[in-house]
């Protein structure tokens, strides 16, 4: 009886000296893609549908294939926003400074009309638009009435859209990374490593891609690998509920949104 005490006393013993310590799991890293400019070129948009995940459509109102890619997208089970054009954007609905908020309503209302199935939107350029904070105070409040969500695609370092969607709490999110400022396929390629350490530095990022050609055949190549490095590709609602509405440190502070005065 004794003989064996001492044998499973030395087994425990073995045991513990071998034991490896237990690993800290990494911190998850999280990416979601958007393609802005979608509706004008129906075979080069089917590209962006047949990337293999959760990438969303962000559809212009004023381009001819508007209503039947939306259309497509939404069956395809794609997230499809509004890529609502606003100054210096022009055209019918693009929405400007000078405009009246009935003539913005107006405006906002054509272009929900043109593309069907929006869950939000996002700007069109709009580096003078998303400046001014009572037009984006009204638009904040018209989503939330609207029950849609808002992306801040950054083209200013003045926008303050994010910051008025989050003083109402309306379900928002801002840019991170645009994939091809410069449309090569060697600057995209860097554009998207960029997005993927931000993403394992601060847990998320945000992308902005456009249908070139040069854009999905990186994406077409680089996407699939996601998962082997320990990204997790989630849509863009996903990724506004993992954030919840908080700016990251490059957007603002102690998770606020800078506004124009740095408040």
Known sequence: MRLRFILALMCCLTGVAHATPVATPPQKAYLSLIIDD????????????????????????????ATEFAREAHRAGKIVILHMPMAPATGPFAWHPELPI????????AAFKVVPYTAGINNHMGSRMTAQPAAMAWLMADLQRRHKFFVDSRTSAQTVAAAQAQ????????????????????????????????????????????????????????????KAQGIEWIDIKMMISVRGNQATAAHGKDGIYRTLHGN
């Open 102 to 109: 009935e003539e913005l309503e107006k405006r906002l209302n």
């Open 167 to 226: 003083k109402i709490a309306l379900a928002s999110v801002s840019r991170d990374v645009f994939l091809d400022d410069e449309p090569t396929e060697a600057a995209i390629f860097t554009q998207l490593q960029t997005a993927i350490s931000l993403a394992r530095k601060q847990g998320s990022a945000v992308m902005i891609g456009h249908p070139y050609p040069q854009t999905l055949a990186v994406l077409e190549r680089e996407l699939p690998k996601l």
């Open 38 to 65: 979608l509706g004008q070129n129906l075979p080069q948009d089917r590209r962006v549908l047949a990337l293999p995940g959760p990438v969303t459509a962000a559809i212009m109102p004023d381009t001819p294939h």
